[in-house]
T-cell receptor, first 112, second 113 residues
Framework: NAGVTQTPKFRVLKTGQSMTLLCAQD?????MYWYRQDPGMGLRLIHY???????AKGEVPDGYNVSRLKKQNFLLGLESAAPSQTSVYFC???????????FGAGTRLSVL | GENVEQHPSTLSVQEGDSAVIKCTYS??????FPWYKQELGKRPQLIID?????GEKKDQRIAVTLNKTAKHFSLHITETQPEDSAVYFC????????????FGTGTRLTIIP
């Protein structure tokens, strides 16, 4: 039982490049989340999903897209990376009816 | 939406002393208040949570208190140890129930040996 797994762990992009971050969970959770963590800013919600095929915007959605084609996977896409998207990205999941969120190990992204 | 404010942003205490971190929230619909601990370079992990039908909850050296009237809740760590050094985050759901959480900006706690 791996919990929440994020790939990759580290990535360096040039401005304008695109990439996809993958989150996978094996706990059969309905809800999944993408956060970014910046110094002094805490955890800010980018997008989230309450079920397969559904997504919703969070606090800071601009510049990101997401997809939830399978219940266990939640993908975060950056179409045209900008230096302002340099951050640590965390995925999390939770069970419907429960508030407890389980986090992945994070992806450290640098955009040059 | 929910607005969660957390203080202080940094806190240093002598080993063995107590530490208190406070959070305020804006949405009176919030009914669940978790605390997450994030060690350096690691993922956030839930350490304790409280629901709005109780005023206090303890788990060994950590406790959380809730004042719904004043809309604030606090994390208390007693007999602090070096392994308590970490960043702590509070959160609240607002009127989204269990759908999502709004996190505070975090408190970096340093335990001085």
């Amino acid at each position: 039982n791996a919990g929440v797994t994020q790939t990759p762990k580290f990535r360096v992009l040039k401005t304008g490049q695109s990439m996809t971050l993958l989150c996978a969970q094996d706990m059969n959770h309905e809800y999944m989340y993408w956060y970014r963590q910046d110094p002094g800013m805490g955890l800010r919600l980018i997008h989230y999903s309450v079920g397969e095929g559904t997504t919703a915007k969070g606090e800071v959605p601009d510049g990101y897209n997401v997809s939830r084609l399978k219940k266990q996977n939640f993908l975060l896409g950056l179409e045209s990376a900008a230096p302002s998207q340099t951050s640590v990205y965390f995925c999390a999941s939770s069970q419907q009816g429960k508030n407890i969120q389980y986090f992945g190990a994070g992806t450290r992204l640098s955009v040059l | 939406g929910e607005n969660v404010e957390q203080h202080p942003s940094t806190l240093s205490v002598q080993e063995g002393d107590s530490a208190v971190i406070k959070c305020t929230y804006s949405d009176s619909a919030s009914n669940y208040f978790p605390w997450y601990k994030q060690e350096l370079g690691k993922r956030p992990q839930l350490i304790i949570d409280i629901r709005s039908n109780v005023g206090e909850k303890k788990d060994q050296r950590i406790a959380v208190t809730l004042n719904k009237t004043a809309k604030h809740f606090s994390l208390h760590i007693t007999e602090t140890q070096p392994e308590d050094s970490a960043v702590y985050f509070c959160a609240a759901p607002g009127n989204f129930g269990n759908e999502k959480l709004t996190f505070g900006t975090g408190t970096r706690l340093t335990i001085i040996p």
